[in-house]
């Protein structure tokens, strides 16, 4: 069994970025397992613009000497804004061939307690031994797919996160059910390869984040308003920026704000590519069947579709059980707050050793762990956790 201090299952923007800061601080040997910014490249729409600013799409060293700026200087390709996808996730690989250029692409099976520290099991059979493990496994195993929809086969009903190429869908009809940002753009993004789109929302209306115009028209007042990373509504942004504030505000606060900063919404510059689409609010879809090739949709306003597909942009509920490389021993061991692991400064769980990055760290640091802005705070904050504890 090969051995290492810390072992870090994930190569998304907090993996790396962790590894980056675990591997700066001192001597300890760090280990990454995954596929590098594999969510972005396999599970989001090929054509798709982040919705983030550019200031909040920087992943994290300690010197702040792999920016997307260095990134542009180094490679010679354009940083735009909004950024395109595939240059986020080139500019994630190479972040990953500075800082992590040792990185094991292979999958981990399996992560189990043993003595003081941990045995993990890779895809291959080979096994680890860790004295802490990060994992930084993203969102993917939390998509959620609304139980009335889960009895429909894959070729009529999928969920947003199942395509990165939505062409196949060219010359189709398809009903979008959602009302975020994964919702409209994929809307957009369908329509402009040939499909038929309709869009349903169950709220009455679809809400736009105009402040990014006010970013480039009264930036000083924007400024006053919004933080960089641009997550939550004026003021609360500059609440969300600061994790270490966030945290200690009273937890029916903390719910409350939590979940306004991250509702639904679609970034101004799709509204324009939006314009052509059917967009039906205060609808939902009540039940689905399939018809031959094709699906019927019965709807709440007592009409009928029938559509060649139904994409379910219907966002991800973070549940740690979902992990499958976690055995049932480890999560009846830790502290869970419906489904999230409840976390320490140093992003530790109950078990000593054992720590959550990402979206899983949002219910004890607030909603910036959902995004690629968040992997600043958590980086430095698990590499002083770690480093105090030894
Ligand atoms: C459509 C869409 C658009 C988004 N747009 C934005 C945006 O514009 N800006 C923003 O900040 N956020 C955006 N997000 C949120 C984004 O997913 C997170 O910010 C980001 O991915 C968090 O990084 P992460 O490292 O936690 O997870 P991920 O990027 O998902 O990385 C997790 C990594 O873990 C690896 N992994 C998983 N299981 C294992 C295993 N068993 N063994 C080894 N490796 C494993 C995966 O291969 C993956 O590479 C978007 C999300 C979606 C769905």
């Given at each position: 069994?090969?051995?290492?201090?810390?072992?870090?299952?994930?190569?998304?923007?907090?993996?790396?970025?962790?590894?980056?800061?675990?591997?700066?601080?001192?001597?300890?040997?760090?280990?990454?397992?995954?596929?590098?910014?594999?969510?972005?490249?396999?599970?989001?729409?090929?054509?798709?613009?982040?919705?983030?600013?550019?200031?909040?799409?920087?992943?994290?060293?300690?010197?702040?000497?792999?920016?997307?700026?260095?990134?542009?200087?180094?490679?010679?390709?354009?940083?735009?804004?909004p950024?395109?996808?595939?240059?986020?996730?080139?500019?994630?690989r190479?972040?990953?061939?500075?800082?992590?250029?040792?990185?094991?692409?292979?999958?981990?099976?399996?992560?189990?307690?043993?003595?003081?520290?941990?045995?993990?099991?890779?895809e291959?059979?080979?096994?680890?031994?860790?004295?802490?493990?990060?994992?930084?496994?993203?969102?993917?195993?939390?998509?959620w797919?609304?139980?009335?929809?889960?009895?429909?086969?894959?070729?009529?009903?999928?969920?947003?996160?199942?395509?990165?190429?939505?062409?196949?869908?060219?010359?189709?009809?398809?009903?979008?059910?959602?009302?975020?940002?994964?919702?409209?753009?994929?809307?957009?993004?369908?329509?402009?390869?040939?499909?038929?789109?309709?869009?349903?929302?169950r709220?009455?209306f679809?809400?736009?984040?105009?402040?990014?115009?006010?970013?480039?028209?009264?930036?000083?007042?924007?400024?006053?308003?919004?933080?960089?990373?641009?997550?939550?509504?004026?003021g609360?942004?500059?609440?969300?920026?600061?994790?270490?504030?966030?945290?200690?505000?009273?937890?029916?606060?903390?719910?409350?704000?939590?979940?306004?900063?991250?509702?639904?919404?679609?970034?101004?510059?799709?509204?324009?590519?939006?314009?052509p689409?059917?967009?039906?609010?205060?609808?939902?879809?009540?039940?689905?069947?399939?018809r031959?090739?094709?699906?019927?949709?019965?709807l709440?306003?007592?009409?009928?579709r029938?559509?060649?597909?139904?994409?379910?942009?219907?966002?991800?509920?973070?549940?740690?059980?979902?992990?499958?490389f976690?055995?049932g021993?480890?999560?009846?061991?830790?502290?869970?707050?419906?489904?999230?692991?409840?976390?320490d400064?140093?992003?530790?769980?109950?078990?000593?050793?054992?720590h959550?990055l990402?979206?899983?760290?949002?219910?004890?640091?607030?909603?910036?762990?959902?995004?690629?802005?968040?992997?600043?705070?958590?980086?430095?904050?698990?590499?002083?956790?770690?480093?105090?504890?030894?």
């Amino acid at each position: 069994m090969t051995t290492c201090d810390v072992a870090i299952v994930g190569a998304g923007p907090y993996g790396l970025s962790a590894a980056a800061h675990l591997r700066a601080a001192n001597g300890l040997d760090v280990r990454v397992f995954g596929e590098p910014m594999s969510f972005w490249e396999r599970h989001m729409p090929k054509g798709m613009l982040l919705r983030s600013p550019l200031a909040g799409s920087h992943l994290s060293d300690p010197s702040r000497s792999l920016t997307l700026q260095a990134y542009q200087k180094t490679s010679g390709n354009q940083i735009t804004a909004p950024l395109p996808l595939y240059r986020f996730t080139d500019y994630g690989r190479w972040f990953q061939s500075q800082a992590v250029p040792d990185l094991d692409s292979r999958k981990v099976d399996r992560v189990e307690k043993n003595g003081a520290g941990f045995r993990l099991t890779l895809e291959d059979g080979e096994t680890w031994k860790a004295r802490r493990v990060i994992i930084a496994a993203g969102i993917m195993p939390f998509a959620w797919q609304p139980p009335e929809f889960k009895h429909l086969p894959f070729t009529l009903a999928s969920h947003a996160c199942a395509h990165c190429e939505l062409s196949r869908f060219a010359g189709k009809k398809v009903a979008v059910i959602g009302a975020g940002q994964s919702a409209l753009e994929s809307a957009a993004l369908l329509r402009e390869m040939g499909a038929e789109v309709e869009v349903f929302v169950r709220a009455p209306f679809v809400r736009w984040l105009w402040r990014q115009k006010w970013f480039h028209t009264f930036k000083p007042v924007a400024r006053l308003l919004y933080a960089p990373p641009d997550v939550g509504q004026a003021g609360l942004s500059h609440i969300v920026a600061r994790p270490n504030l966030f945290r200690r505000l009273p937890r029916p606060v903390q719910d409350r704000w939590g979940k306004r900063a991250i509702r639904a919404a679609g970034a101004a510059w799709l509204n324009p590519r939006c314009a052509p689409i059917r967009i039906k609010t205060s609808t939902s879809v009540i039940s689905a069947s399939p018809r031959g090739e094709r699906l019927s949709l019965r709807l709440s306003d007592n009409t009928e579709r029938f559509v060649d597909h139904m994409l379910l942009a219907t966002g991800y509920r973070v549940d740690i059980s979902r992990y499958p490389f976690l055995t049932g021993q480890i999560l009846e061991s830790i502290r869970r707050i419906n489904g999230y692991p409840q976390l320490d400064s140093g992003f530790q769980t109950s078990m000593p050793g054992l720590h959550f990055l990402g979206a899983p760290a949002a219910w004890s640091f607030g909603p910036l762990m959902r995004f690629v802005a968040g992997a600043e705070f958590a980086s430095r904050a698990v590499t002083r956790g770690i480093l105090r504890k030894g």
